[in-house]
């Protein structure tokens, strides 16, 4: 099942009334799109954020009402509490999170419909991003590899194009870029989604207290991330956006080649070079 019409309607109807502006960010897993979404957190015209709506459809085989009912049950960020919307709910807008192989070319069109804003699409160097997910699989399930489709990066790559084709606003961020310049590159991710600049976006207090995903959604990939959930355990820790690690590449190379992966991920890297070029990249503010 993918969106179906009468429960897209309700959800169109409830975030319509309550939910302005609309942010809809999209990526591969482990390139720091959490730090983004909880940068953008900061901006006051910010109230809700949507984790991975489409999370259970692809981890359980659930139908369009369990999208839905996460669009429809947004975490207040102040106060971590999901809110359901319509009923006395406050105004306010709506960071909508997502990870690309999650979604099919229909639901991430219906996505990116629903925001007001330019779609966000976060990437980072592919080869950590591969050897970040190594680790957390392995954590989570003792595996020594992924599915090279939840790379997220073909997903991705399309979904670009999708916007490309389709006229839909949408800009890059490169994680690497702002955790280099994480006040400068703050600045520019806000003037290009038409935000009003606020600055200081880049700090935050840590709140470890928060569940991004619901546990009974995170317990169909694993029941590992019932108690602590090791996808979003840093970020939600630190202070801010963190500088960027010192990478042991002869390391990181082994990891992939271990893995069965080394094919793969220079056909990825060649997607984010790509992807690199792009006017629609956003660039830190001097």
Not at 47 to 68: I, L, N, Q, T, V
Not at 233 to 255: F, H, I, K
Request: charged share 25%; net charge negative.
């Amino acid at each position: 099942m993918t969106v179906a019409d009468q429960d897209s309607r309700v959800v169109d109807a409830a975030l319509g009334a309550t939910c302005d502006p609309r942010a809809v960010l999209v990526s591969p897993p482990r390139t720091g799109s959490t730090a983004v979404a909880r940068m953008l957190w900061q901006h006051p015209a910010f109230r809700y954020h949507c984790h991975e709506p489409f999370e259970a459809m692809y981890w359980g085989d659930k139908g369009f009402e369990s999208a839905a009912d996460v669009l429809l049950n947004p975490m207040e960020v102040a106060s971590g509490a999901r809110v359901p919307l319509g009923g006395g709910a406050g105004r306010g807008g709506l960071l909508i999170k997502e990870m690309s192989f999650q979604l099919t070319a229909e639901q991430f069109a219906y996505l990116a419909d629903l925001a007001t804003l330019p779609v966000v699409f976060v990437i980072r160097d592919p080869r950590l991003s591969t050897t970040s997910r190594l680790r957390i699989v392995r954590e989570l399930y003792d595996a020594p590899t992924f599915p090279p489709f939840e790379s997220g990066w073909p997903s991705l790559r399309d979904q670009v194009t999708a916007c490309r084709a389709r006229g839909v606003p949408h800009l890059l961020v490169d994680c690497d870029d702002l955790r280099a310049d994480p006040a400068g590159f703050a600045l520019a991710l806000q003037e290009a989604c038409g935000l009003p600049v606020r600055p200081g976006l880049h700090s935050w207090a840590p709140r470890p207290e928060l569940a991004l995903c619901s546990p009974e959604v995170g317990a169909l990939m694993s029941d590992a991330r019932k108690a602590d959930d090791p996808f979003y355990r840093r970020v939600l820790s630190s202070r801010g956006v963190q500088p960027v690690d010192r990478t042991d590449w002869d390391r990181e190379s082994r990891l992939i080649s271990d893995a069965g992966l080394t094919g793969h991920v220079e056909s990825w890297s060649e997607i984010y070079f790509e992807l690199r070029d792009d006017p629609a990249l956003v660039a830190p503010r001097r």
